[in-house]
């Protein structure tokens, strides 16, 4: 039986991993970290005495590959999310509500209507979006959508930063073309918002490793690959953990690009990375109202997604580089006063917080560095590369990473065919 060494347990890897022992690999994953998920991970904070998630993610239900994982490890039904496509919106700084709400269909006959599209724009500023249908690789968004007006500072801005995890004036406009493709010009069915009913674990990584189980995979913790060795060719062995290569044997590594530059030979990628902030509040009671509606956008504020699951307040500020030696108290003050304001919660005092600063949470996705990445398939013929920071098309999102695992797995499965 051909083996397949997956180096990484995050959600590239696990990605290519449940592809692979579908396929009838004999499947080993070597993940150096106690537990699997890389950034998608849960785990109890004993400051809120509650389970958390390492960082806040929004998927959208045209995220075809996050669907079709979930689908494979019987897990779909672990996101929660309202019954049609919407986005509430708040503006910290005016108080108003919004509510964006695209129709079914191709055809956005809803940028026509005043209730369903951004407060204070008009049908006539969408058109410009048609533009990014023709974005070049030097680009920049602001090259594109000129950075003004209510439809920029109330949804572009909002959903570059969110999916980019850089300010619109940096970001790479080519990388927003798959997501408007694939979600928003595809019509409501494929834009319906979605979040982890209790957590990233739950909700993919648990499931993840319980199919690999089930088809006998072996996930190895506290193995950690130090260094690849080849023979010009193909990898020959794994060092640190000691595994010899077989010339029928594929190898997906599937780790952050750092710990790629300097395991494997040769390596060449992006540079530069982004920080993201997350703070989580841990409320008396839960806030009732946002069972199916867990997601707000923000404007106006520090942060640009919350997300309320219970008595957990959960806030994303993406592109967070100006914050991040700020202090933990001051940011979790200054944050709940957004807070506050967006759901309505009056005078509450600041409760329980944590604040999570992830300082390599993404790859600068700028034009520059956007070239930088690397394709799936290496020099070596029995070797793939995975994770978010690999040329799949996609910013570096949740639906990144699994693409690109699913990706290595089918160039892994050809060259043994």
Aim: charged letters at 20%; glycine letters at 8%.
């Amino acid at each position: 039986m051909t083996r397949a060494h997956i180096i990484g347990a995050g959600l590239s890897g696990l990605s290519a991993a449940i592809e692979l022992a579908a396929e009838g690999f004999q499947v080993v994953v070597h993940e150096a970290a106690g537990e699997a998920g890389g950034r998608c991970r849960t785990f109890h904070d004993p400051a809120l005495d509650c389970l958390i998630d390492n960082g806040n993610h929004l998927l959208l239900s045209g995220n075809h590959s996050a669907m079709g994982f979930l689908d494979r490890v019987d897990a779909r039904d672990r996101l929660l999310g309202p019954p049609e496509a919407r986005f509430n919106f708040t503006d910290i700084k005016t108080g108003e509500h919004w509510c964006v709400r695209p129709n079914k269909g191709p055809i956005p006959w809803w940028i026509f209507s005043p209730s369903r599209r951004v407060a204070g724009t008009k049908a006539a500023d969408y058109i410009a979006a048609r533009k990014l249908l023709s974005a070049k690789p030097s680009d920049r968004f602001t090259d594109i959508i000129p950075p003004s007006g209510a439809l920029y500072e109330r949804f572009w801005d909002p959903l570059v930063v969110g999916a980019l995890n850089i300010s619109p004036d940096l970001a790479a406009a080519i990388l927003l073309k798959p997501v408007l493709l694939e979600t928003f010009a595809k019509g409501a069915d494929s834009c319906r918002p979605l979040v982890a009913k209790t957590g990233l674990g739950d909700t993919f990584v648990t499931p993840a490793l319980e199919y690999l189980d089930k088809l006998s995979a072996s996930v190895r913790f506290g193995s950690r690959v130090k260094t690849i060795e080849t023979d010009g060719r193909r990898v020959t062995s794994l060092k640190g953990v000691e595994e010899h290569i077989g010339s029928d044997d594929v190898v997906v590594m599937a780790v952050p690009w750092w710990i790629a530059d300097r395991t494997l030979p040769g390596f060449s990628g992006p540079t530069a990375c982004e920080p993201i902030l997350n703070v989580h509040f841990r409320l008396d009671a839960p806030i009732s109202g946002y069972e199916n509606d867990p997601v707000l956008g923000v404007t106006g504020g520090i942060a640009q997604w919350l997300f309320v699951r219970g008595d957990v307040v959960s806030v994303t500020v993406s592109a967070a580089a100006k914050h991040t030696q700020t202090k933990n108290d001051a940011m979790a003050a200054a944050i709940w006063n957004d807070v506050r304001i967006a759901l309505k919660l009056g005078d509450l005092p600041l409760p329980r917080w944590r604040v999570i600063k992830e300082h390599r949470a993404t790859f600068r996705q700028t034009p520059d560095e956007v070239k930088k990445r690397p394709s799936t398939q290496t020099g070596f013929r029995n070797l793939f590369l995975a994770g978010d920071w690999t040329d799949t098309g996609l910013p570096a999102t949740i639906e990144g990473s699994i693409r690109s695992g699913k990706i290595a797995a089918r160039l892994a499965f050809a060259a043994v065919s």
